[in-house]
């Protein structure tokens, strides 16, 4: 008992400190490709983080920017996690903080996951999410006062996936596409282990040919494609760093605007970083990159 009114003081403490918001991305009755279930949200540790599991009604959390620097950009973050859970707080509430406390206004994605049991087509559900939160926290613009024309996504591992999905399979509504990207261990390439991953984890199918094709995304980008930050460390064994080489390689080449940043060390799912290895470097540099922009990014 004692225990769980130390988590609630906290919790309450927390979410005064740092005014963040949560709010449902559809209204009841709303959702796309959901199926009546009775899957229950819980939350467990995994990978020796704190994770959510069978998410079913998906939300942003929104952290109000803060400080006398305040920036008029805002970022849409999207944890990883597999496509079978996502990491929440290191991933997703963590970083949000830090982005908030350096004048960036930050938004926590909490997806649905592509579960059988609880959607209709589950290599959709993530994607309409995203989008979705992309337009959700446009719409909060003026009531935390930065440009709407200037909101990005930012992903981690799988959420790095559906972040860069989100980027270049543009959506025909305009407010549901991000101006800029970072995509922190990322998956950009279709090899024998990433079409399997997909088809096991997200379509719960064979992939076809042209859906292959569409999920290679290095292949996808063009000049026009959002300014984007890549982060990875040359020792991940889940995502490897050629997922991250090759693309920023195909955007300078065609022209994008690409900043990367390629530590040693680090492995995977490293979060905001450890200082032992120096990845938590990358938050500060991400940071300054976002503040750089001044121009209205198209």
């Known amino acids: 008992m004692q225990k769980q009114l130390i988590f609630w003081l906290i919790l309450l403490l927390s979410k005064s400190l740092y005014g ?58 999207m944890p990883g996690g597999g496509y079978g859970l996502v990491a929440m707080y290191h991933e997703g509430y963590d970083v949000a903080k830090k982005l908030a406390e350096n004048g960036i206004t930050a938004a926590v994605l909490k997806y649905r996951l592509p579960n059988l049991k609880s959607c209709t087509v589950p290599e ?48 025909e509504a305009e407010d549901e596409n991000p101006n800029f990207a970072a995509y922190i261990y990322g998956v950009t390439q279709m090899t024998k282990l990433n079409i399997e991953w997909l088809e096991n984890d997200l379509y719960h199918r ?31 064994d889940i995502c490897f760093i050629e997922e ?10 065609v022209g994008a605007e690409v900043e990367t940043h390629i530590f040693p060390k680090g492995g995977h799912g490293f979060g905001l970083g450890r200082a032992s290895d120096g990845t938590d ?18």
């Open 206 to 236: 064979k992939l076809s040919a042209s859906e292959v094709e569409e999920n290679t995304l290095m292949n996808l980008v063009t000049k026009d494609t959002p300014p984007t930050f890549l982060v990875h460390a040359y020792d991940d």
């Open 20 to 77: 963040q918001e949560v709010y449902p991305l559809w209204e009841k009755g709303e959702i796309p490709f959901y199926k009546e279930n009775d899957l229950k949200e819980y939350e467990k540790e995994a990978y020796g983080t704190l994770c959510v599991f069978d998410i079913t009604h998906p939300t942003i959390t929104v952290y109000k920017a803060k400080g006398k620097h305040k920036t008029d950009k805002a970022v849409l973050i």
């Open 124 to 171: 959709s559900v993530p994607l309409a999410d995203a989008r979705k939160g992309l337009s959700l926290l446009r719409s909060f613009a003026d009531k935390y006062s930065f440009d709407a024309a200037k909101v990005g996504v930012m992903g981690f591992s799988a959420g790095a996936h559906l972040a860069t999905v989100t980027t270049l399979w543009e959506s």
């Open 244 to 253: 991250t080489t090759v693309y920023a390689e195909k955007m300078n080449k």
């Open 281 to 298: 470097q990358w938050s500060d540099l991400f940071i300054n990159w976002v503040k750089r922009m001044n121009r209205e990014i198209n």
